[in-house]
């Protein structure tokens, strides 16, 4: 069994601006960490492909064993980061993400 703490958060998401819906905080700052490490600082930044991949080896094998859950967890937290402004997405094809 994977020790977590029941401490919850509130996911935004910059597809539904207002909304937020609970999540449990410690996957999400395990995520949020992992993202913040790989994405750069500048355009023209990671697709969210090369962020998802990038993003595997800094996550704490007890939170996501073998990865499990990761690919839900990068896209919900970059979306919660862009409706935060802690990261920015490119207007291109296909989509790239940066730090602002």
């Known amino acids: 069994m994977t020790p977590r703490t029941s401490t919850k958060i509130e996911l935004e998401n910059v597809n539904h601006p207002g ?7 410690a996957m999400y700052q395990a995520m949020k960490q992992a993202i913040l490490t790989v994405l750069p600082a500048k355009s023209p930044g990671l697709t969210v492909a090369e962020m998802q991949e990038g993003v595997r080896g800094h996550l704490p094998e007890l939170l996501y064993p073998g990865g499990a859950k990761a690919g839900w967890w990068t896209k919900a937290v970059q ?3 862009e409706a935060k402004g ?15």
Do not use: G, M, Y
């Not at 909304?19 to 905080?25: L, M, N, R």
């Not at 997405?89 to 730090?99: A, D, G, I, Y």
């Open 79 to 81: 979306l919660d980061l």
């Open 86 to 100: 802690i990261i920015a997405r490119e207007k291109v094809s296909p989509l790239r993400l940066h730090k602002t």
């Open 19 to 25: 909304q937020a819906k609970p999540a449990d905080a």
